[in-house]
T-cell receptor, first 112, second 114 residues
Framework: GENVEQHPSTLSVQEGDSAVIKCTYS??????FPWYKQELGKRPQLIID?????GEKKDQRIAVTLNKTAKHFSLHITETQPEDSAVYFC???????????FGKGNQVVVIP | KAGVTQTPRYLIKTRGQQVTLSCSPI?????VSWYQQTPGQGLQFLFE???????NKGNFPGRFSGRQFSNSRSEMNVSTLELGDSALYLC?????????????FGSGTRLTVV
């Protein structure tokens, strides 16, 4: 089945710097790649997503890039703020299975 | 528009008991997926229901089961609870469950097995 891996598992950044989280996936037929943010004690929330026919998508301080050839996609957060501290999950569709396979999560800590 | 509602929020059960969790999706959403979240393991897929039919099932033992009603509300049941079943159980709602419209998660049910 689909295997989604996230790197690094933990990332600490100074406030104002940029953070980048990379995910790799195994199923070349995956066509939808969302990112979820989960703050402590809260539900995962969709923050940005990208489809396989697009290479990059931006929404204010966050962006996602997709490299279908290498089968990886990345989340970019610019001008990080303390409220960006959370666990971020990437996911990819499992072809024909009507579901998302999630990575194990990445803890981002923004140091004031 | 109401979000995804999961009840109860917290549960404490003893080994060997069974438990039923409930999930009400966003109005108009027909797909409900269930995930188990544990520290270090991320979100593990349990099963997905669409129009009262289970379409997909993850790699969990038969003690984990579910169903969906005609109003799209879903329940999951865990029988003969084990300590390792302690986790946050999340359900996710989507219009069609094809994974390309994004999931909206509920707040989860925190199950503790003692």
């Amino acid at each position: 089945g689909e295997n989604v891996e996230q790197h690094p598992s933990t990332l600490s950044v100074q406030e104002g710097d940029s953070a980048v989280i990379k995910c790799t996936y195994s199923d070349s037929a995956s066509n939808y790649f969302p990112w979820y943010k989960q703050e402590l004690g809260k539900r995962p929330q969709l923050i940005i997503d990208i489809r396989s026919n697009v290479g990059e998508k931006k929404d204010q301080r966050i962006a996602v890039t997709l490299n279908k050839t290498a089968k990886h996609f990345s989340l970019h957060i610019t001008e990080t703020q303390p409220e960006d501290s959370a666990v971020y999950f990437c996911a990819a569709t499992v072809y024909g299975n009507n579901r998302l396979a999630f990575g194990k999560g990445n803890q981002v800590v923004v140091i004031p | 528009k109401a979000g995804v509602t999961q009840t109860p929020r917290y549960l404490i059960k003893t080994r060997g008991q069974q438990v039923t969790l409930s999930c009400s999706p966003i109005s108009g959403h027909r797909s409900v997926s269930w995930y188990q979240q544990t520290p270090g393991q991320g979100l593990q897929f349990l099963f997905e229901y669409f129009s009262e039919t289970q379409r997909n099932k993850g790699n969990f033992p038969g003690r984990f089961s579910g169903r969906q009603f005609s109003n799209s509300r879903s329940e999951m049941n865990v029988s003969t609870l084990e300590l390792g079943d302690s986790a946050l159980y999340l359900c996710a709602s989507s219009p069609d469950g094809l994974g390309n419209a994004g999931y909206t998660f509920g707040s989860g049910t925190r199950l503790t097995v003692v």
